[in-house]
């Protein structure tokens, strides 16, 4: 099943997610569901939250940024509970875009890598080092969890100039390929 996507405006984006445990009810099927969305709206990673569930679990495919670094076409991860040990590295800008922020694609820098605790669907733990897209996607995808968006790195004046773009957004006045559920509706 696809979800809808939440985009800006939904109170859901904003709040800090709660941790989920293996009983969870459906997890499985949450994460197929999620893979499902993902996919269909062309994204490369999908937060829960954008899937209006207020859970820390967010899924990733590399195979997006396989054309620059082939080895992301192996790496497809499921993120549970996750928690960013470290970031590291230089900082880099790269053009962002978010499905719960469709037509807005802004340059946002972030550290190049970042280390990060999680467990996988099966609820084994893991720790790993992710560098260049992935941990970039990986950074992204995680603040969604923790109630933030790429626009909140972007300067003031920056987001004054999207103001227009976002109160679009959040009444609905935008056409993605993708459902999206309109904050309050």
């Known amino acids: 099943m696809k979800y809808p996507i939440t985009v800006y405006g939904d109170a859901?984006?904003?709040?800090?997610a709660e941790d989920?445990?293996?009983?969870?009810?459906?997890?499985?099927?949450i994460i197929?569901?999620?893979?499902?969305?993902?996919?269909?709206?062309?994204g490369v990673g999908l937060a829960a939250p954008q899937a209006g569930l207020p859970i820390r679990l967010f899924v990733v495919d590399g195979n997006g940024g396989s054309d620059e670094e082939p080895e992301l076409s192996e790496l497809k991860k499921v993120f549970i509970n996750p928690e960013i040990i470290e970031l590291s590295g230089d900082y880099w800008v790269m053009n962002e875009g978010c499905l719960s922020l469709p037509e807005i694609r802004e340059d946002v820098s972030r550290p190049d890598t970042v280390r990060i605790k999680y467990f996988d669907e099966n609820f084994t733990e893991h720790e790993e080092v992710f560098s260049g897209f992935m941990g970039?996607?990986?950074?992204h995808e995680y603040d969604h969890l923790e109630g933030k968006l790429f626009i909140d790195y972007l300067s003031p004046l920056k987001k004054r100039l999207l103001k227009g773009k976002l109160t679009d957004i959040t009444r609905g006045n935008i056409q993605p390929h993708y459902r999206i559920k309109i904050p309050g509706k």
């Open 136 to 139: 970039r996607v990986i950074q």
């Open 12 to 16: 859901i984006l904003r709040k800090r």
């Open 32 to 42: 197929e569901n999620m893979w499902e969305t993902m996919y269909y709206a062309d």
């Open 20 to 29: 989920i445990n293996k009983d969870t009810h459906e997890l499985s099927e």
